[in-house]
C-alpha cells in the first residue's frame, strides 16, 4: 500500500524515543552511566505527543478515539491500553525533579514498569501488522523487524545521551549498540528477501521502481552512516556530534525503512493464478 | 370496457407484488447464515448490480459496496480468458474485519451478516487493511468505512432478496440461508457444486459468499 | 387489471415502460403521496423482462431529477453557439415556429422545413406524421443510415419481414448466435435472461466480433474474431459450406425462395414466364421442374394444391423462347453457387484473419442446430458493403431451415405493423419524396449529409429550417464539423432534448423534453408480440413536454386539421386498428397483440414481389448496385480499396461505436452514478501494437484517419481482446459531469465520428463504413 506517512513518523518517533528510554535504562544500570531518566521521559512524551496527534489526524473521526479501547482481540486496542501505563509512567517519571523528589526505589520500580510496558507496546504494535491480507507481513520478520529496530535505535539515542550525560559513551554500550544493530540490519536484509520472493505475485523488489528511493535512501543512512559511526565512535567517544548525527540517521531511516515496509505489504490478488489482477473494467 | 379479453396479459394482485421479491421459506432452527451465491457463468458484466446497490443504499459517489470486476483478457487473441467477477463483502463466518476493529464497530450478526455501527467507526482503516478481499471502502465524506450490508435493512425474515439480487440481469445471483436446505440458494448450490469456489479460503475467513466458476473463459480458476 | 396501484397512505406504484434505450423493459414507479418519484424497480409481470432492469433504468430518479435537464423553453440570444440564452414561454416559442415556419414555406414551399430525430424514442410515425402534414414530403433525417434501416430495409426486400432483434428467440433456440451484437448489453434486461436460460439448456453459443472484451465472448462455444468489415466473407463461405456439405433445408429453399428461379446463364436476369409461355401475368417467373424436366410457372406453395418439385442444381440448360431464339439458362441457385464458389474456409480465413477450421466448426455447429438464433445489430449494418452482409445472413437464415420458428429468427410485428395505417398515410398530394440525398439507392430517406448540403449549397432545394424531435446530429453523424457547420449557417434551428447537446448549443430555440417517467406513450417495436401503454409516472417537471405533444403542437399550428387537440387524441390515431382507446390501454398497461405462430409464410407467404423469400432479390436486381445476389465486396476504405501510401500511413483498422452498459448513445454521461463507471473515453489496443508506439495504458492519444477531418484524442485502454491491427473506439463523448469534476470535450475533440468519410457509403443502403475504416494512433507529446 501507499506509505501512510502519519504513521512513518509516529512509529520512527515510538521506536526512537521508547527504545532510548529503555536502552537508557541498560545503560544505567548495565554500563554505569547517569542518564537523567526524568529528561528522557519528557523528550518521549513530548515526541510521541506530536506522532499522536499526527496518526489521529488520518482518522476519520478522531473524537471517538477513545473507543478505540474495546476490543481484546485487535492489536490496536491494546496498542491503546499499553499506552496508558506507558503514558502514566513516563509522566511520573518526567515529572520528578520538577514537580517532586520521588524517592529512588519508587523510581526503579516506575522505571521497570516503564521498560516493561514499553516493550508491550512494541509488540502488539508490530503484531498489529500481521495480517493474513498482506502475506509480506504476516511472517516472523515483521515484530522482530520492530523489536530489533526498537532496541538497536534506542541504543543510538542511548548512546547520544550517554555522551550528553557523561562526556564519552561507555564501551560496552557501544559494544552493544553493534551487537543490536548488527541483528536489526541483517534482520531487515532478511526481510528484502523475503519480500522479494513472497510469492502470490506480489513480489517486490528492492531496486524496482516502486521502492527504489525509499531503499537506497534506508541503505545510505540506517546502515551506511551508522556503519562509519559507530567505527569512528571508538576513537570519538566524547564526540557528541557523531552520536546526534547517527542517532537522527538511524531515526530518519527507520521512517525510510518503514514506508519500504509499507510499500512492500501489497494486498494478496484474488487470482495470483493469473498474471494480471481483478480490475474495475472503469472504461 | 372494450378492452377484448385475448390482448390481456397475466397480471399479479397488487398485494403480491411485495412478495415478488421473496421467498417463503420455512426455519430449520439451525444458525442462519445469510450469504450471496453468485454464478460466473451466467454474469455478463452489466453493473446493474453495482448501480442498483448504490442507488437503494444512497452510497455516495465514488464509494461502491459491490463492485463487478473483470479478469482479463489474458492470454493471446483469440485465445483468451476472461470473466467477469462481482466482489463485494464475503460476510465470512470468521472475519478479519470483526477480529481486527478496536471499536468493535464492525460486528458480525446472529444471521451472519457484517456489518459497520455508523455510530462507533472512526475512519482508523485497519479493517480495510485487514480484509483480504478488499471489499471496504473509506468514505472520504463522512471519514467512516461502508461496505456491503446484504441489504439488511430489507425483510429477511420473510425471504426479501438484496437490490443486487433482485436487478441481475443474468439471473446469477442467489441469496437466501446457506444452512437452510429449503432455500432457491441451497437448492441451486447443489445443483451446481462442481463448479463452487470460494475465494481465499486458505486464510481461515471462512468466505460464505459462494461463486461458482464459469463453465469456460477462466481455465485457471 | 389497473395498472396504478394506489395505497394508503396516498402513494402509488405506476406500471409502465423504461425508455432509456429500446429494450422498453416493464418497471414499477413508486411515486409518494405528493406525487414525487421515490424509486423504480422492474416489473416482474413483464413477460419478456420478468422484473430485471439495468443501469440505466435504475438510475431513472436521478435523470429525471438532473440539475443539467433543459426546463423551459430557451431562446438564443447573441451569437450561434455562444452559450446565451433567455428563457421563453411555450407560446412565444410556438409563435416564433410557426410565423417563421409559414414565411419559409412562402418563400420556398414547404419541404424547406426539415425535420430530424435521434435513436427514436417512440415517436417515429409522429415525426412521419409532422412530415407529411407540414412538409408535405415523406421524409425526415436520421441516424437510420447507419442504424435500424440498414437491417429493416435490406430484410424487407429479400423477405418482407424484419426478423432480427427481438425477433431473434434465444429462449428456445438450440444455437445462438451473436453476429455484430452486444445484445445482452445493449437490450440486456430482457435477453440476457432468454440467452441464459438457453444455457442452462446447454443450447450451443457463437460470437462473431472483433471484440473479445465481450460479455458472451469467453463464453462462446466459438468465438470468431472478425476483421472488421470482412464479416460478408464469412457469411458467403458459410453459405458456401451449407451448399457443398448439403446441410441445407431443402424443403425451405425449393419451395419457399426464389433460387430456384429460372435466369438467364449469363446476365443472371430472371426470365419472365411471360417469354415462354402465353397469357401469363407479365410478372409471373419461372422454376424449372425436376419431375418434368422442363421450364414451369414458379408455383405459389401458400396453395396446398399447387404443384411442382423446383430444382436447385440444374448446371446449364438450354431454354426455347416464344420468339423461337434459344437462350442459355440455369437456375439463380446455380448463380449463387457460382458467386459463393471461391469464398472457401481457407480463403475466407485469410480474408477475415480467422483459422479456417473455426470457420467451419462454428459452421457446423450453426448447421446442425435444429433451432438456432441470429442476433445481429449495428455490428452488421455501419459498413459499406451492408447490404450483401445482412443480404447474405438472410440467406444463411434461409439454408438453415430458421426462418420462423420458434428458436429461431421469427417475424413480428415492427411500429410500421403495429400502428393504424391513418396515423403515417397521407392524402397524395402530400407523399411527395423529394428526399435529400442520394447515397444509397434504396435508403427512403433523407440522409444527413443530404441535409447538411442542401442547407449549405441549397441544392437540390433551399432549406431553410430544422426542426430536431430529440437527437443530436453532431454526436450521430459522419463528419460533425460538417453538422456544426451547416447548423452555424442555417436561417432557423430548433432542437427538443434532456440536455444542452452539442446541436442544442447551436439552437435558435432550444425545448425541454420531457423524459418517460413524466409522459403518455405507447411502446411499440422491440416488444416481440406486446405492446405497453406507457404512462407518465410523476407529471412533467418545470415545463418539459413529451416528443409526441410537441410534435402535436407543432403540427397544430402549421396543419390543424391533421392533428388531434390533445395527445391522447394523437395516441388514438395509432390504436385505432385495435378497437380501443389510449385510456384503455393505459389502464390495463400490457396488451398482448397475437399469440405467436410459426411458419406464417406457409399461409401468407412473404411480403415480397414473388411473395418468396427473395434471396435472389428482384428488387435490389433494379438500384445501387443492381445485383440481384451478393458477392463479395470489401469495406470502401479497407487494405484492398486503398493505395498502399494511405495504408502505410494509416495501418490500423478503426472500428467505432462501440456499447456501454451504463450509456444511451451520447446519453447520460453527466449522470453521476453512471459515468462513474466509464469516466473517461478510451479506445481500444492491443498490447504488441501499443508497444510498438511507445504508449502506456491511460496515456491520451490522436486517433487519426485518411477520410477525417481532423484528429481526435481519447485514452488507451490496452487490452489483449483486439487483434494487434484493430483499434476499437466507442462514440458518444461530448457531456460533462459536474458533480463528479470530470471533463465534457467542446468542439468535437473526442468525437469518433469526426474520422469516418462522409463520400463513402453503401450504394444501396448509404450506409457508413462506421465500423470498417482505417487509423493511426500518436501518443501526445
Redesign the interface.
Known amino acids: 500500500m501507499r506509505p501512510q506517512i502519519p504513521l512513518c513518523n509516529s512509529t520512527m518517533c515510538q521506536r526512537m524515543c521508547m527504545g532510548t528510554f529503555v536502552m537508557a535504562l541498560v545503560a544505567n544500570w548495565v554500563f554505569g552511566c547517569a542518564i537523567p531518566m526524568n529528561i528522557v521521559a519528557l523528550v518521549t512524551i513530548v515526541i510521541l505527543g506530536i506522532g499522536m496527534l499526527g496518526t489521529m489526524s488520518h482518522l476519520g473521526k478522531p473524537g471517538r478515539f477513545l473507543g478505540a479501547l474495546r476490543n481484546p482481540t485487535s492489536h490496536l486496542s491494546l496498542e491503546m491500553l499499553t499506552c496508558i501505563p506507558v503514558g502514566i509512567c513516563y509522566l511520573i517519571i518526567g515529572a520528578n525533579g520538577l514537580l517532586y523528589t520521588m524517592p529512588e526505589a519508587a523510581m526503579t520500580v516506575l522505571e521497570v514498569i516503564g521498560l516493561i510496558a514499553s516493550v508491550a507496546f512494541i509488540w502488539v504494535t508490530a503484531l498489529a501488522y500481521r495480517m493474513k491480507a498482506r502475506p509480506a507481513w504476516d511472517n516472523v520478520f515483521t515484530p522482530l523487524n520492530f523489536m530489533l529496530t526498537f532496541l538497536s535505535g534506542g541504543a543510538f539515542g542511548s548512546l547520544f545521551a550517554a555522551v550528553l550525560a557523561d562526556g564519552a559513551a561507555p564501551v560496552g554500550l557501544l559494544v552493544t549498540t553493534i551487537v543490536l544493530f548488527v541483528a536489526a540490519t541483517a534482520c531487515q536484509l532478511f526481510f528484502t528477501y523475503f519480500v522479494s520472493r513472497v510469492g502470490y505475485r506480489i513480489d517486490v523488489a528492492p531496486f524496482g521502481p516502486e521502492t527504489r528511493g525509499v531503499y537506497s535512501a534506508w541503505l545510505i543512512l540506517g546502515v551506511v552512516v551508522p556503519i562509519i559511526g559507530l567505527a569512528t565512535a571508538f576513537a570519538l567517544v566524547d564526540f557528541w556530534p557523531l552520536f546526534a548525527i547517527v542517532m537522527v540517521s538511524y531515526a530518519i531511516s527507520l521512517a525510510l525503512w518503514q514506508a519500504f515496509f509499507f510499500i512492500a505489504g501489497k494486498e494478496v490478488w484474488f487470482f495470483p493464478q493469473y498474471e494480471k489482477d481483478l480490475s474495475p473494467a472503469y472504461y | 370496457m372494450s378492452y377484448p379479453e385475448e390482448y390481456k396479459v397475466p397480471q399479479l394482485a397488487p398485494e403480491d407484488y411485495e412478495n415478488y421479491w421473496r421467498e417463503d421459506v420455512q426455519a430449520t432452527g439451525k444458525p442462519k447464515q445469510y450469504t450471496l451465491l453468485i454464478d460466473l457463468d451466467k454474469c455478463i458484466g452489466c453493473k446493474a448490480c453495482q448501480v442498483a446497490c448504490k442507488i437503494e443504499n444512497d452510497v455516495d459517489n465514488g464509494v461502491f459496496w459491490t463492485q463487478v470486476q473483470s479478469m482479463g483478457p489474458v492470454g493471446e487473441f483469440p485465445n483468451l480468458d476472461y470473466f467477469y467477477f462481482p466482489k463485494q463483502c464475503q460476510h465470512c463466518a470468521d472475519p478479519l474485519c470483526v477480529t481486527v476493529c478496536p471499536t468493535k464497530a464492525t460486528y458480525k450478526t446472529d444471521d451472519g451478516i457484517v456489518l459497520v455501527d455508523k455510530d462507533l467507526c472512526f475512519g482508523c482503516q485497519y479493517c480495510i487493511w485487514a480484509c483480504p478481499y478488499g471489499v471496504r471502502t473509506k468514505n472520504p465524506n463522512t471519514g467512516m468505512v461502508e461496505k456491503c450490508v446484504l441489504c439488511a435493512h430489507r425483510d429477511h425474515e420473510h425471504g426479501e432478496m438484496p437490490a443486487c439480487v433482485v436487478s441481475c440481469e443474468g439471473n446469477c445471483r442467489y441469496f437466501g440461508d446457506i444452512n437452510n436446505p429449503n432455500t432457491q440458494i441451497a437448492k441451486y448450490y447443489a445443483a451446481h457444486a462442481d463448479r463452487a469456489m470460494k475465494v481465499h479460503d486458505q486464510f481461515g475467513t471462512k468466505p460464505s459468499v459462494i461463486y461458482l466458476k464459469p463453465r469456460k473463459g477462466a481455465s485457471k480458476l | ?2 395498472s396504478v ?1 394506489y395505497h394508503d397512505d396516498g402513494s402509488k ?1 405506476v406500471k409502465t415502460n423504461c425508455f432509456d434505450c429500446h429494450s422498453k423493459c416493464g418497471v ?1 414507479c413508486h411515486v409518494d403521496a405528493q406525487g414525487v418519484l421515490t ?1 423504480v ?2 416489473n ?2 413483464d ?1 419478456r423482462s420478468q ?5 440505466k433504468g ?2 431513472a ?2 435523470i429525471l431529477n438532473d440539475p443539467d435537464r433543459i426546463n423551459y423553453p430557451m431562446r438564443r440570444k447573441g451569437e450561434r453557439g455562444g452559450g446565451q440564452w433567455e428563457r421563453i414561454t411555450w407560446d412565444e416559442a410556438l409563435d416564433e415556429i410557426e410565423t417563421r415556419c409559414r414565411q419559409y414555406m412562402e418563400m420556398d414551399g414547404p419541404r424547406s422545413i426539415v425535420f430530424g430525430q435521434g435513436t427514436g424514442r417512440g415517436c417515429i410515425p409522429w415525426i412521419q406524421r409532422l412530415n407529411l402534414t407540414v412538409s408535405h414530403v415523406n421524409h425526415w433525417t436520421s441516424p437510420a443510415h447507419a442504424c435500424l434501416n440498414p437491417q429493416l430495409l435490406t430484410q424487407m426486400i429479400t423477405m418482407g419481414m424484419f426478423n432480427c432483434w427481438d425477433g431473434a428467440d434465444h429462449d428456445d433456440s438450440d444455437c445462438i448466435v451473436s453476429w455484430g451484437a452486444n445484445m ?2 445493449t437490450e ?2 430482457f435477453i ?2 432468454e ?3 438457453s ?1 442452462d439448456r446447454a443450447a450451443k453459443l457463437i460470437v462473431i466480433d472483433p471484440c ?2 465481450h ?7 466459438h ?3 472478425i476483421r472488421p468489415g470482412t464479416d460478408l466473407a464469412l457469411a458467403m463461405a458459410w453459405i458456401r459450406l451449407f451448399i457443398e456439405e448439403d446441410r441445407y433445408d431443402h424443403d425451405f429453399i425449393k419451395r419457399w425462395t426464389t433460387l430456384p428461379l429460372v435466369v438467364d446463364a449469363e446476365t443472371e436476369e430472371a426470365i419472365p414466364a411471360a417469354k415462354v409461355f402465353e397469357g401469363v401475368d407479365e410478372h409471373a417467373l419461372l422454376m424449372w421442374d425436376e419431375d418434368t424436366d422442363a421450364v414451369m410457372l414458379m408455383p405459389d406453395f401458400t396453395d396446398p394444391e399447387a404443384k411442382g418439385n423446383p430444382a436447385l442444381d440444374l448446371g446449364t440448360r438450354e431454354l426455347t423462347l416464344l420468339d423461337g431464339s434459344t437462350i442459355q439458362v440455369t437456375t439463380a441457385w446455380e448463380a449463387l453457387k457460382g458467386r459463393v464458389a471461391d469464398m472457401t474456409p481457407a480463403r475466407a480465413a485469410e480474408i477475415c484473419w480467422l483459422e479456417a477450421q473455426d470457420i467451419v466448426d462454428a459452421f457446423r455447429t450453426y448447421a446442425d442446430a435444429e433451432r438456432a438464433s441470429i442476433a445481429m445489430m449495428q455490428g452488421v449494418e455501419e459498413h459499406t458493403n451492408c447490404r450483401l452482409l445482412i443480404h447474405a445472413i438472410d440467406t444463411i437464415m434461409g439454408l438453415g431451415g430458421n426462418i420462423d420458428i420458434k428458436g429461431g429468427n421469427v417475424w413480428h410485428q415492427f411500429w410500421n405493423d403495429m400502428q393504424d395505417p391513418s396515423l403515417t398515410t397521407m392524402p397524395t398530394e402530400y407523399h411527395a419524396q423529394n428526399k435529400l440525398g442520394n447515397e444509397g439507392a434504396f435508403y427512403n430517406n433523407s440522409t444527413g449529409h443530404g441535409v447538411w448540403d442542401a442547407i449549405l449549397t441549397g441544392k437540390p432545394y433551399k432549406v431553410h429550417a430544422f426542426i430536431g424531435i430529440q437527437g443530436n446530429p453532431v454526436s450521430w453523424c459522419e463528419n460533425p464539423d460538417r453538422v456544426v457547420e451547416a447548423f452555424k449557417a442555417i436561417d432557423f434551428l430548433v432542437i427538443n432534448d434532456y440536455y444542452l447537446s452539442p446541436a442544442a448549443q447551436l439552437a435558435d430555440i432550444v425545448l425541454p423534453a420531457a423524459h418517460w417517467t413524466e409522459r403518455d406513450f405507447i411502446a411499440d417495436e422491440f416488444c416481440q408480440e ?1 405492446f405497453y401503454g406507457q404512462q407518465k409516472a410523476v407529471e412533467p417537471l418545470y415545463e418539459r413536454k413529451s416528443d409526441i405533444e410537441l410534435c402535436r403542437l407543432i403540427g397544430k399550428r402549421l396543419a390543424p386539421d391533421q392533428w388531434p387537440d390533445d395527445v391522447y387524441g394523437v395516441l388514438n390515431i395509432a390504436l385505432k386498428k ?3 382507446t389510449y385510456e ?2 393505459k ?7 397475437y399469440p405467436y405462430r410459426e411458419k406464417k409464410y406457409e399461409t401468407e407467404g412473404f411480403r415480397t414481389p414473388t411473395r418468396k423469400a427473395e434471396f435472389y432479390s428482384t428488387v435490389f436486381a433494379h438500384a445501387g448496385r443492381k445485383d440481384p445476389l451478393i458477392r463479395w465486396e470489401p469495406p470502401k476504405e479497407s487494405y484492398e480499396t486503398m493505395p498502399a501510401e494511405v495504408i502505410a500511413e494509416f495501418p490500423l483498422i478503426l472500428s467505432t461505436g462501440r456499447r456501454y ?2 450509456f444511451y448513445h451520447s446519453a447520460y454521461r453527466g449522470v ?3 459515468r ?5 473515453p ?1 479506445f ?1 489496443i ?1 498490447p504488441t501494437t501499443a508497444a510498438d508506439l511507445g504508449i502506456e495504458p491511460e496515456e491520451w492519444c490522436l486517433i487519426e484517419s485518411p477520410s477525417g477531418t481532423r484528429p481526435i484524442r481519447m ?1 488507451a ?1 490496452v ?6 491491427r484493430v483499434i476499437i473506439a466507442p462514440h458518444g463523448w461530448w457531456q460533462g459531469c459536474k ?2 469534476g470530470l471533463p465534457d470535450y467542446p468542439d468535437n475533440s473526442s468525437n469518433i465520428n469526426c474520422l469516418i468519410s462522409d463520400q463513402k457509403y453503401d450504394p444501396d443502403l448509404a450506409t457508413p463504413g462506421m465500423r470498417s475504416s482505417l487509423c493511426k494512433i500518436t501518443k501526445i507529446q
Open positions: 387489471m389497473p396501484i406504484i414499477l424509486k424497480e422492474g416482474p409481470e413477460p422484473g430485471r432492469m439495468c443501469p435504475r438510475s430518479v436521478k445482452v448489453w440486456g434486461a440476457a435472461g440467452v441464459n436460460r444455457r473479445f472484451e460479455p458472451l465472448a469467453a463464453k462462446a462455444d468465438f470468431l474474431g406486446w385495435y378497437g380501443i384503455e390501454l389502464e390495463e398497461w400490457c396488451m398482448h397483440l452498459v451504463n453521476p452514478v453512471l462513474e463507471l466509464s469516466p473517461e478510451h481500444m492491443n485514452r485502454h487490452t489483449a481482446g483486439v487483434h494487434p458533480e463528479l
